[in-house]
Nanobody, 124 residues
Framework: QVQLVESGGGLVQAGGSLRLSCAVS????????MAWFRQAPGNVREFVAA???????RYADSVKGRFTISRDNAKNAVHLQMNSLKAEDTAVYYCAANVNRYYISIPPENYMYWGHGTQVTVSS
């Protein structure tokens, strides 16, 4: 059974940086298209960034130029480097895996596997 476990969340001041990690077990991360989503209180879960098995990436406009998604197939992991953080980036961040490894999907319902999330809080 595929399991995703996020880590790296925390409290940071506006303008700071955090690096989130997603460890994949029970499967090989290179066989999935991987993504990060986030959900703030009262909001729907929104797409943040994704990377295919061939390392094609896509970002939400709100994080483009500030966030970088990367995959480490040797460690079966995916990372999200978040720089120049803003208060509006505050949310629970979720890692997700799509079995369609060559395709980047925006709707969360297309992702089969999910982690439990890690809280990111940016103070202004």
């Amino acid at each position: 059974q595929v399991q995703l476990v996020e880590s790296g969340g925390g409290l940071v001041q506006a303008g700071g940086s955090l690096r989130l990690s997603c460890a994949v077990s029970g499967g090989t991360s290179s066989t999935f298209s991987m993504a990060w989503f986030r959900q703030a209180p009262g909001n729907v879960r929104e797409f943040v960034a994704a990377v295919t098995s061939t390392s094609i990436t896509r970002y939400a406009d709100s994080v483009k130029g500030r966030f970088t998604i990367s995959r480490d197939n040797a460690k079966n992991a995916v990372h999200l480097q978040m720089n120049s953080l803003k208060a509006e980036d505050t949310a629970v961040y979720y890692c997700a895996a799509n079995v369609n490894r060559y395709y980047i999907s925006i709707p969360p319902e297309n992702y089969m596997y999910w982690g439990h999330g890690t809280q990111v809080t940016v103070s202004s």
